[in-house]
């Protein structure tokens, strides 16, 4: 009983300290202990932030982590994955709603950092698209393919007949390297030259292709391969 008022009075004090100073003053382990606690996590919910910090590299990447894999991490049930996957998909959705509904190349550093938390840290390799209207603004963000942690598979006339679909004469390409390394591969220029091949005759433009990673983002356009 004692251990269990001794861990209440912690979390309480974390939570003042939350409330009065922001999230921002907090370390990730304590972020990420409020987090458990909240979740009735049982026990000292300290020890298990940090084995899950060091297990997994960081915050961002155990947001993203599958559900699988934190299941295996002693001390995580059900509600303890459920409210990280909460927090991850809360933060996805606030920066979706930075790039919605305005022209997505006039706020495009939005549109690299949402990128990059859709898809920076996840550990397999997935392949999104981002449908535009006339105006450039955004009509859907839809996953393709997923594959493995090196490669995905990418059908240039599933991609054009879906935004025919949609209405949309733009995208913008969007795929991750769960390496670290979002340097482009000759596979993703040969895709790339796929789409753009198979999407101008019909009028869609494709802007860019952004290759996200957890050390940064590649821009074709950028990289003068587009």
């Not at 979740?39 to 919910?45: E, F, K, L, N």
Request: charge should be positive; hydrophobic fraction near 45%; aromatic fraction near 4%.
């Amino acid at each position: 009983m004692a251990g269990n008022e001794t861990h209440a009075g912690h979390g309480r004090r974390l939570r003042a300290r939350l409330l009065k100073d922001g999230a921002g003053r907090l370390a990730d382990y304590e972020l990420l202990e409020f987090l458990l606690y909240g979740a009735s996590v049982r026990g000292d919910t300290k020890p298990l932030a940090k084995r899950l910090l060091r297990g997994f590299g960081g915050l961002p990447q155990l947001l993203a982590a599958d559900p699988a894999r934190l299941a295996e991490i002693e001390g995580m049930g059900e509600a303890g994955i459920a409210v990280l996957k909460a927090v991850q998909s809360a933060a996805q959705r606030l920066a979706q709603a930075e790039i919605t509904e305005r022209p997505l190349l006039t706020a495009w550093q939005q549109v690299l950092d949402y990128c990059r938390l859709k898809l920076g840290h996840e550990d397999t390799e997935r392949f999104h698209v981002l449908y535009l209207d006339r105006k450039n603004r955004l009509i859907a963000d839809e996953p393709q393919q997923v594959g493995t942690v090196d490669q995905v598979a990418v059908y240039p006339r599933e991609v054009v007949k879906r935004a025919l679909n949609l209405g949309a004469t733009a995208l913008i390409l969007v795929h991750n390297h769960p390496s670290g390394d979002p340097t482009p591969s000759r596979a993703n220029i040969a895709m790339t030259n796929d789409v753009v091949a198979a999407a101008k005759p019909l009028g869609v433009v494709v802007h860019d292709h952004v290759v996200v990673a957890r050390h940064g983002v590649a821009s074709f356009r950028s990289l003068g391969l587009l």
